[in-house]
């Protein structure tokens, strides 16, 4: 589809036709997801985790065969985002209806869905470590070695097949060598990764969240399809998934950037095609949002790379104006991938280990650890999350992590006590010790007719009380107190663990619209916790089960 884009673009002056490619594309998208798909196709990689935290790591069908056709109608046809995540999307799919379709268990269904990510991301770039790190490091979130066997097959299999299927290479990197007199470039370099990291992943965040939505789906993939075309037709380097002018760059053909553009005349002078390549640098994630946001499908990680290899390219080509020193722009375009995409995903092996695979070796491997590390922790400081987990965590409350899940796999209604003894109000407190001889409960709930709850008393309270003086004056009224908090019975189980921690006490009442249903201990969820914990430790070794 972007060969025939090209080819039409090619026979109208400044590829005007690049104006209304991508509203066509993009509409196109908006249309197969609302008339065939019923929107029921889950777009992003952000899915695919609420899926495994929310949903028993269960997707839909239509999940495998929706973002080839969606995806290659958006990019094909211009739109400025990756095919990267439609992919992982697809192989996260494929892997869950198996364990759907053999009935295993949801962390089975887990391993399922990452190994088909991770053949996905290996298929593409040939490079199958970086298939299986890619998976640890943003779906599981945690290594194992039998974790790790299934994914390292299925990533192999996926390189495998896709040299059957093609032998070409997505691009090839021609590299050389490092040198010490380089290093303190890379630490620039490292430096400004980092900090285009969070502009990434706060103009994708903002952009990707929808543009003009309170026009309808199909005005607003016209409206920002036109606004991403008017923007290729300044800055044509951007359409697609920029891997063709990525390979160019890399091959050192700096004229190509001047071939589509209306002021090409331009870039010949060294300071304003400085200038070019930091627009570039900017311009592909807004092109990026741009085209998600309005309705296309497709992802960030390939114009994350796109930006590293500009951000890159900008270090090299800006010092090698100077003087100075010469600098390997293929070496600084590599790493400057790496650093993009370590600071984007928090996935700093992921990215050191997919340019050292592309690259065909290790001798960017000490540039790549450093640029990769640098970025990784200024984009931690700035957000304790990625890209992806930044909205599941602020809008869903979904949370990384294994805590996170096994908590949440218990449900509320298991561990609610239903036995209490209630009194109300006006119960003189020497009736108590009748009630006492006849329950072991630690918490009274104290009622009014209609069933809401008013109040508690703690049987700390009761002891102090019993044997006063006044006991025959006092009433359940003069030891009440308000809990400290009150769980809803569509509260999850970490918002409860949150809620115990807290306030620091071992019951809270559970409540329906006020009225009383029961209480939760925290010695019964630790309990539940515990057997959790087991139960997931033997699921984990999927050997153990045979």
Same mark, same amino acid.
């Given at each position: ?86 992919? &992982? ?34 298929? &593409? ?18 290594i194992t070695i039998p974790t790790f066997i299934p994914l390292l097959i299925a990533s192999a299999t996926g390189v495998v097949v896709s040299k059957v299927l093609y032998s070409g290479q997505l691009f090839h990197l021609v590299t050389e060598g490092w040198v010490i007199s380089a290093l303190p470039f890379y630490v620039v370099l490292g430096l400004l990764s980092g900090w285009v990291s969070v502009y990434i992943a706060n103009i994708a965040g903002k952009l990707e969240n929808g543009i003009f939505l309170k026009q309808n789906r199909y005005i607003r993939a016209i409206s920002g399809g036109l606004i991403l075309g008017l923007i290729l037709i300044v800055f044509p380097t951007l359409f697609g998934e920029g891997y063709h002018y990525l390979q160019a760059i890399l091959n050192g053909n700096l004229e190509a950037l001047k071939e589509e553009t209306f002021f090409g005349e331009w870039l010949s002078e ?225 918002? &409860? ?50």
């Open positions: 589809m972007e060969d025939l884009s090209r080819s039409i673009s090619s026979h109208l002056p400044y590829h005007i036709i690049y104006v209304f490619l991508p509203a066509f594309g993009i509409l196109l998208t908006v249309s197969w997801q609302h008339i065939v798909n019923r929107d029921k196709m889950q777009k992003g990689i952000g899915n695919i985790l609420i899926n495994i935290k929310k949903n028993r790591s269960n997707i839909r069908f239509n999940n495998i065969y929706s973002h080839l056709v969606t995806s290659s109608l958006t990019v094909g046809f211009g739109g400025s985002s990756g095919l990267e995540a439609p992919i &992982v999307c697809t192989g996260a799919a494929i892997g869950s209806r198996l364990g759907q379709l053999f009935k295993l268990t949801p962390y089975e269904k887990t391993v399922l869905i990452a190994s088909g990510a991770s053949a996905g991301i290996a298929a &593409v770039f040939n490079s199958p470590i970086a298939g299986v790190l890619f998976s640890l490091e943003i779906l599981i979130g945690e060294p300071l304003l095609m400085l200038l070019f390549i930091a627009a570039l640098v900017l311009m592909k994630i807004v092109a990026a949002g741009i085209t998600i946001g309005s309705g296309g499908n497709g992802g960030t990680f390939a114009p994350t790379m796109f930006t590293g290899a500009f951000l890159g390219l900008f270090v090299a080509f800006g010092v090698n104006q100077t003087g100075l020193i010469h600098l390997s722009a293929s070496n600084f375009i590599a790493v400057g991938m790496a650093g993009a995409l370590s600071g984007v995903l928090h996935a700093p092996l992921t990215a050191i280990f997919l340019i050292a695979e592309i690259t065909g070796g290790y001798v960017l491997f000490i540039p790549l650890m450093i640029v990769s590390a640098m970025s990784y922790i200024i984009s931690r400081l700035t957000n304790p999350h990625n890209m992806y987990w930044h909205h599941l965590v602020h809008e869903n409350n979904i949370h990384p992590g294994q805590d996170y899940s096994m908590l949440n796999a218990i449900s509320l209604e298991n561990i609610i006590n239903r036995s209490f003894t209630a009194v109300t109000r006006y119960t003189p407190i020497s009736e108590l010790h009748q009630l006492l001889a006849n329950t072991n409960a630690n918490i009274f709930p104290i009622l009014d007719g209609s069933g809401a709850l008013e109040g508690v008393i703690w049987m700390d309270e009761i002891r102090k009380h019993i044997f006063s003086p006044n006991l025959e004056d006092e009433t359940v009224a003069d030891i009440m107190v308000s809990p400290p908090a009150t769980i809803l019975v569509t509260d999850n189980i970490s918002t &409860v663990m949150e809620l115990f921690d807290k306030f620091d006490v071992w019951q809270l009442p559970v409540v329906e619209e006020n009225r009383l249903i029961g209480f939760v201990s925290k010695s019964a969820l630790l309990a539940k916790y515990r057997d959790i914990i087991v139960s997931q430790q033997h699921q984990t070794d999927l050997f153990a089960n045979n």
